[in-house]
C-alpha cells in the first residue's frame, strides 16, 4: 500500500504479483480472490482513493497479477494504515515518506497550482519593478506598462505580489532567491581563486552571474585576413541559456538551498535546488 501511495503521487507504476524479486515468475494462485483483496485494501489504506488496474496475464502455465497505478491528479496520496497518515513518493526502488518540501509540492499539484502562482501577502504598492521594466525595454524594444503586473501573473487582482512578482521586484524580499559563485584553483573544489554571493531580484542575479563568469574565464582571439576575433572561454549564448533555466526552473520551496555557479580550469557547472520537471 506504501509503492501504492508513492506511485500515485509520483509518475505512477506497477507492482507484479506472481514475481520474485529476482524476476522469476512463481506464478499465483486464485487471480480472482487476490484481486479482491488487492482492491479492499486500497479502499482501507488510501485516502483518496488512486485510479488504478488490475491486470491478469498468463505467462505459459503460470498467472501473474499486475497492479497498474496512474500518476494522480489529486495529491497528496496518504497511507492510512499503522496509526499513521503519510504520503510516499517514489525513490529508486523504495517508498519513502515525503518530506516537508515534497508535501508541499504534492499539496500544489493537487490543487492545480504552482508556487509562483500563489500570492503573497506583499502589497504591490510597496515595490518598485525598475529593473524589470529596463530589461523589458532593452528586450522587447516596447515601453513596460504597469497594466503588465497583472498580465504577467506578478500581481493579484487584490493589489498583491505573487512569488513571481516578489522574484521581479527590486529589492525581491524572498531570501531563498539566492546565487552563489566560486572560481576555483584547479579541477576540484580546493582553493577558490575568487567568489561572491548575490540575494534578491532574479534579474540581478543573472546579471551578476553573466558578469561573474565574463571576469573570470579566459579570452582568446581568432585570427581573420583583416584583423582578428575575440573569442570567449565559454559561448555567450550557452551560459545565458544555462543561468536562464537554472534561475527559472529552479525550486523555490527550498529555504535551504540556492544556485551555485562554480568556474573550474576545465569546466563551467550550474546546480540549482530541486530535481527534474515534476519530480515529486
Known amino acids: 500500500m506504501k509503492s501504492v501511495s508513492a506511485f500515485a503521487n509520483c509518475f505512477g507504476g506497477s507492482l507484479f504479483f506472481g514475481i520474485d524479486n529476482d524476476g522469476i515468475i512463481r506464478g499465483i494462485e486464485n487471480v ?25 496475464h498468463r505467462e505459459g502455465c503460470f498467472e501473474v497479477l499486475q497492479l497498474k497505478v496512474c500518476a494522480g491528479n489529486y495529491t497528496p496520496y496518504y497511507y492510512v494504515g499503522d496509526s499513521q497518515r503519510i504520503a510516499f513518493i517514489r525513490n529508486g526502488d523504495e517508498s519513502l515518506p515525503a518530506t516537508a518540501e515534497q508535501m508541499v509540492r504534492l499539496v500544489l499539484k493537487g490543487a492545480n497550482k504552482t508556487f509562483d502562482s500563489l500570492h503573497t501577502e506583499y502589497k504591490a504598492g510597496d515595490y518598485s519593478f525598475t ?13 513596460w506598462n504597469q497594466k503588465y503586473l497583472l498580465s504577467f501573473g506578478l500581481v493579484n487582482d487584490r493589489g498583491c505580489l505573487t512569488h513571481a512578482g516578489a522574484l521581479f521586484a527590486d529589492d ?6 539566492r546565487l552563489y559563485c566560486t572560481r576555483w584553483d584547479g579541477k576540484t573544489k580546493r582553493d577558490a581563486l575568487n567568489d561572491a ?27 581573420l585576413p583583416n584583423g582578428r576575433k575575440n573569442k570567449s572561454e565559454y ?4 551560459v545565458l541559456e ?4 537554472h534561475l527559472i526552473h529552479r525550486d523555490y520551496t527550498v529555504m535551504g538551498g540556492e544556485v551555485h555557479l562554480d568556474i573550474y580550469d576545465d569546466r563551467l557547472s550550474v546546480i540549482s ?4 520537471y515534476n519530480e515529486c
Open 32 to 56: 480472482q480472490h487476490i484481486c479482491e483483496v488487492i482492491s479492499n485494501k486500497i479502499r482501507d489504506y488510501l485516502d483518496p482513493l488512486p485510479e488504478m488496474e488490475l491486470i491478469p
Open 131 to 143: 529593473i524589470l521594466a529596463n530589461t523589458f525595454k532593452k528586450r522587447t524594444h516596447q515601453e
Open 172 to 177: 525581491c524580499p524572498l531570501w531563498q532567491s
Open 197 to 223: 554571493e548575490f540575494t534578491g531580484n532574479v534579474l540581478m542575479l543573472f546579471r551578476e552571474a553573466m558578469n561573474f563568469v565574463k571576469s573570470n574565464t579566459k579570452k582568446g582571439w581568432k585570427k
Open 235 to 238: 559561448a555567450e549564448c550557452a
Open 242 to 245: 544555462t543561468i536562464v533555466n
Open 273 to 276: 535546488p530541486g530535481g527534474m
